[in-house]
């Protein structure tokens, strides 16, 4: 005889085995939500500290440090400190190798504020030989320039010389047309070639009406040298030309108080400043570019004048 029922006889060991089994599968579930969430918050953890770090930088950089008495008292005092130095380097200033960009900016600080040492050094420069002559025509933009020795320097010079040299006489240089479709460009150029980009551009608004240096485009190309700025950590030539040559251009508002803050915290001892950063250099020195340069210090004193004498600078 077969006895029938309605059910099926349970096994204790199987229903054990399967508490057992759920036991560990919830157990190994919670430790993988307690893993991700450990993951989850060390990356929050990561991503937090960074941000802090980035915006404790980024205040480092961009933002005033000083008050407005502490700021004005530290630009009178940089200034003249940056005046000794040229009055105690005049021969390096003024030598065979004479910079003409840096006879440039002498002139606007002696333009600024009369002071004979700025005055002399310049008035040394136009007296003395220049080879090749149509240089002096950055400093003074009435100079006869000779329009064959100004195309026959053309093949020997880097872009940002022909950019200016261009510039300086645009009806009888004959600069390559792709060259100077390339000097109007708001968007190519970065680093040194957009600041020497603006340089040149001023120059060709000195010597001409060209309609197509407008204040639109100068601003443009300010406004991208300033987003520069404001990204780089450095303290270098460089980052002295941007400010320098904003502020040459007529847009103060686009320069950091800060910026000018971190190039008097860079001034050395000896009244000058140099190209040198944790090691790294923005240009080609000879000796050690520790030591003050006459272009690093020039540049930097004249974001001083600038500050001082031709905008408000508290």
């Keep these: 005889m077969v006895l029938r029922t309605g059910g099926t006889m349970s096994d204790p060991m199987a229903e054990q085995s399967a508490d ?10 919670r430790k993988r939500v307690f893993t991700r969430r450990r993951v989850i918050a060390a990356v929050l953890v990561v991503v937090v500290g960074v941000a802090v770090l980035l915006a404790a930088e980024y205040r480092h950089l961009n933002s005033a440090q000083m008050s407005n008495a502490q ?36 002139k606007d600080m002696h333009r600024l504020a009369p002071t004979p040492i700025m005055r002399g050094i310049v008035e040394d420069f136009r007296s003395r030989r220049a080879l090749p002559a149509f240089w002096k025509r950055v400093v003074d933009p009435s100079f006869p320039a000779s329009k064959w020795e100004m195309n ?17 006489n645009p009806a009888e240089v004959a600069l390559k047309p792709a060259e100077v479709e390339s ?31 407008t204040d639109e485009l100068l601003e443009q190309l300010c406004r991208r040298i300033t987003d520069e700025n404001i990204r780089d950590p450095r303290t270098l030539d460089m980052n002295y030309q941007r400010v320098a040559f904003t502020l040459m251009a007529c847009h103060p508002e686009m320069v950091r108080r800060r910026w000018i803050e971190r190039i008097i915290e860079q001034q050395r001892a000896d009244g000058g400043w140099n190209d040198w950063w944790w090691g790294l250099t923005s240009m080609h020195h000879k000796g050690d570019p520790r030591l003050s340069t006459a272009h690093a210090t020039v540049q930097a004193l004249w974001v001083l004048y600038q500050v001082r004498y031709a905008y408000e600078s508290g």
């Design 20 to 29: 057992v089994e759920g036991v560990e599968q919830e157990s190994a579930r």
């Design 71 to 106: 700021f004005q008292e530290a630009v009178d005092r940089a200034t003249e400190l940056g005046l000794g130095w040229v009055r105690n380097n005049r021969d390096q200033l003024i030598g065979e190798r004479a910079n003409v960009a840096l006879i440039f900016m002498l």
């Design 152 to 168: 026959a320097a053309l093949p020997d010079e880097i872009l940002d010389n022909r950019w200016l040299i261009y510039c300086l």
């Design 183 to 213: 000097l109007f460009d708001t968007q190519r150029w970065t680093e040194r070639k957009l600041t020497h980009q603006l340089w040149a551009l001023w120059h060709l608004r000195l010597v001409s009406d060209d309609s197509r240096v």
